[in-house]
């Protein structure tokens, strides 16, 4: 199955997700990068410990660079790939607000896709 990658924008063209990985290091960068890049290649084969499942549909993308844990968040909608938000982790969870701004960015995208 191929899948499309797709970075959530707010209305007014705002991508939380592109300008935080732009203001990482290089490394960052690139690893975040090649992440990506395999998550559109492989899709949902992707697994453990570069990905994992959240709850809800939320899926998070381990980017870990020099003992720091970056995290991206996603969502599935058939073919389509939707990346939400990043941010690194500082405790041994994902907060759960990150968890409520990607189905805050879910709910979002799915309206405007509707119309």
Not at 7 to 35: M, N, T
Not at 66 to 86: D, G, H, P, S, W
């Amino acid at each position: 199955m191929s899948f499309s990658l797709r970075f959530h924008e707010k209305p007014d063209g705002e991508c939380q997700v592109k300008d935080y990985i732009r203001s990482r290091s290089k490394k960052v960068r690139g690893k975040a990068g090649w992440l990506l890049s395999r998550l559109e290649n492989e899709g949902n084969k992707l697994e453990r410990p570069l990905v994992g499942f959240l709850k809800d549909g939320i899926y998070e993308l381990r980017v870990i660079v020099e003992r720091e844990q970056y995290r991206i968040l996603c969502f599935f909608n058939k073919e389509v790939i939707v990346v939400t938000n990043a941010f690194l982790k500082k405790g041994r969870k994902v907060p759960p607000d990150e968890i409520e701004r990607a189905k805050a960015a879910r709910t979002d995208w799915l309206e405007r896709e509707e119309k």
